[in-house]
């Protein structure tokens, strides 16, 4: 069965300094692998998606990440950590022909000053 | 702006009782997909919506049930609500090739 699990619930960086989300899925098949943000009372927004296409993904607002077939992985990361940066992230995959989310658990990211 | 809407945005109810929330898809997306929230948790799916016909389901019993329009809306409708059906709801629409976009999500308290 199609999963994913972050490795990390709570991640703390200081403004300007790179940040890493980690994910790892668990696929049957090909996988489509998405991360989205969760700002306080907001809804969900896509911050990139990987379809099979180019292994490094470049997605909105810096953030970037890639696929490792090998690793099982596919790790968010950022050069330089904003305040604005500050939100729950949730690493997602797709599944199944009508393209069911199966969400991880999110990680919280704090930046401090 | 995701062209996602959800009403109402937050909304308490007596366990026992029966709610109806709504969305307002973009239009052009025939697919909607509605999702759990508990606190401190990742989304959950609970259906999906083709063209007004439920093409998939979480693992959510039957009181969770929901219908799609053709003006591109759809409700979600739980019965007999109990305190663990407090978290937040989120409805996605997508089109054909498109990504899911996400409403803001309805905050729901079962007291």
């Known amino acids: 069965a199609q999963s994913v699990t972050q490795l990390d619930s709570h991640v703390s960086v200081s403004e300007g300094t790179p940040v890493l989300l980690r994910c790892n899925y668990s696929?049957?098949?090909?996988?489509?692998l998405f991360w989205y943000v969760q700002h306080p009372n907001k809804g969900l927004q896509l911050l990139l998606k990987?379809?099979?296409?180019?292994?490094l993904v470049k997605g909105i607002n810096g953030f970037e990440a890639e696929f490792k077939k090998s690793e099982t992985s596919f790790h968010l990361t950022k050069p330089s950590a904003h305040m604005s940066d500050a939100a729950e992230y949730f690493c997602?995959?797709?599944?199944?022909?009508?393209?069911?989310?199966?969400f991880g658990a999110g990680t919280r990211l704090a930046v401090h000053p | 702006e995701t062209g996602v809407t959800q009403s109402p945005t937050h909304l308490i109810k007596t366990r026992g009782q029966q709610v109806t929330l709504r969305c307002s898809s973009q239009?052009?997306?025939?697919?909607v997909s509605w999702y759990q929230q508990a606190l401190g948790q990742g989304p959950q799916f609970i259906f999906q919506?083709?063209?007004?016909?439920?093409?998939g389901r979480g693992n959510f019993p039957p009181r969770f049930s929901g219908l799609q329009f053709p003006n591109y809306s759809s409700e979600l409708n739980v019965n007999a609500l109990e305190l663990d059906d407090s978290a937040l709801y989120l409805c996605?629409?997508?089109?054909?090739?498109?990504?899911?976009?996400f409403g803001q999500g309805t905050r729901l308290t079962v007291v």
């Open positions: 997602v995959v797709s599944v199944g022909g009508y393209n069911k989310l199966i």
């Open positions: 990987y379809t099979s296409a180019a292994t």
């Open positions: 239009s052009g997306h025939n697919t």
């Open positions: 919506y083709y063209r007004e016909e439920e093409n």
């Open positions: 996605a629409s997508r089109g054909e090739n498109t990504e899911a976009f």
């Open positions: 696929s049957s098949y090909s996988p489509s």
